[in-house]
């Protein structure tokens, strides 16, 4: 047998509509997978904005909040008081004149080595 046809011989030619038929009937026979298929986008689609949303929200939540903190700090200084009295008597004896001169100073000086008057 040959390739050519012949005039008695019977060809079956495809057309554009039976193409159409047989995709549909292929899409028909997987149309659970579709709607499982369709489903998933659908849920992506609306899971994926509201992450997004939510998100950024709690940035914002993040950006504004202070904390307010209370310590409590307790600190002893030991202080040191010197004080120092001079005393000065003059006589002269000739004139009689007396002159009696008196100095008080009170310096105290802190733990931390500063001077207070």
């Not at 046809?5 to 057309?15: A, H, L, N, R, T």
């Not at 709607?35 to 939510?54: A, G, H, R, S």
């Not at 310590?71 to 008081?81: F, V």
């Amino acid at each position: 047998m040959n390739n050519r046809v012949g005039v008695d011989e019977y060809v079956e030619v495809y057309s554009n509509t039976t193409r159409f038929r047989t995709l549909s009937e292929h899409f028909r026979k997987r149309k659970l997978m579709w709607i499982i298929v369709l489903t998933v986008f659908i849920d992506i689609v609306i899971i994926i904005p509201t992450i997004l949303i939510t998100w950024n929200h709690r940035k914002m939540e993040k950006a504004f909040t202070t904390e307010i903190t209370t310590a409590k700090i307790t600190s002893t200084i030991t202080t040191t008081t010197t004080e120092i009295t001079t005393s000065t008597t003059t006589e002269i004896i000739s004139s009689t004149t007396v002159t009696t001169s008196t100095t008080a100073a009170k310096i105290t000086t802190a733990k931390n080595g500063m001077v207070l008057l």
